[in-house]
T-cell receptor, first 114, second 114 residues
């Protein structure tokens, strides 16, 4: 089955710096890659996603890149702010018999120091 | 829409007791997922349904766990008997019928088994 690895597990940056989180996946059939942000005590919420026919996508300070050949994708946050502090999860989604499933990475805890 | 609704928000029970977690998906979503979140294992997919039919329950840890979806607007996850190692946050999520649709999570149920 699909396996998603995420690095680093913890990331600490100074406010205004950039943060990069990297993920790799194992199943070449995966074709949808969402990223979720989870604040302390709250539910994961989608922040950006990318589909397999796209190499890069940007939304204000957040961007995601995808390399299907290498089976890896990355999240880039520029001009980080204290409110960006949270746990970020990458995920890979693929069609399955009768449905589809989304497998999550282990998460990256991002600390943005003011 | 009120989003995915889970109840209860917190559940504290003694080992050996039966626990029932409830979920109401977003109206119109035909996929429903149950995830378990712990510090050690991250977000684990337990089971998912498509049009009320269980598609993949390979993530259900043991026979003590069972899930049902009697109609399009309600699902339950039951643990009987509960054990301390079942303590975790259980999330329900729903999605439209497509591999490249994001998951919408409920607020979760924090289960503590003493």
């Amino acid at each position: 089955g699909e396996n998603v690895e995420q690095h680093p597990s913890t990331l600490s940056v100074q406010e205004g710096d950039s943060a990069v989180i990297k993920c790799t996946y194992s199943d070449s059939a995966s074709n949808y890659f969402p990223w979720y942000k989870q604040e302390l005590g709250k539910r994961p919420q989608l922040i950006i996603d990318i589909r397999s026919n796209v190499g890069e996508k940007k939304d204000q300070r957040i961007a995601v890149t995808l390399n299907k050949t290498a089976k890896h994708f990355s999240l880039h946050i520029t001009e980080t702010q204290p409110e960006d502090s949270a746990v970020y999860f990458c995920a890979a989604s693929m069609g399955d018999t009768g449905g589809f499933k989304t497998i999550f990475g282990a998460g990256t805890r991002l600390f943005v120091k003011a | 829409d009120a989003g995915v609704i889970q109840s209860p928000r917190h559940e504290v029970t003694e080992m050996g007791q039966e626990v029932t977690l409830r979920c109401k998906p977003i109206s119109g979503h035909d996929y429903l997922f149950w995830y378990r979140q712990t510090m050690m294992r991250g977000l684990e997919l337990l089971i998912y349904f498509n049009n009320n039919v269980p598609i993949d329950d390979s993530g259900m840890p043991e026979d003590r766990f069972s899930a049902k979806m009697p109609n399009a607007s309600f699902s339950t996850l039951k643990i009987q008997p509960s054990e301390p190692r079942d303590s975790a946050v259980y999330f329900c999520a729903s999605s439209f019928s497509s591999y490249n649709s994001p998951l919408h999570f409920g607020n979760g149920t924090r289960l503590t088994v003493t």
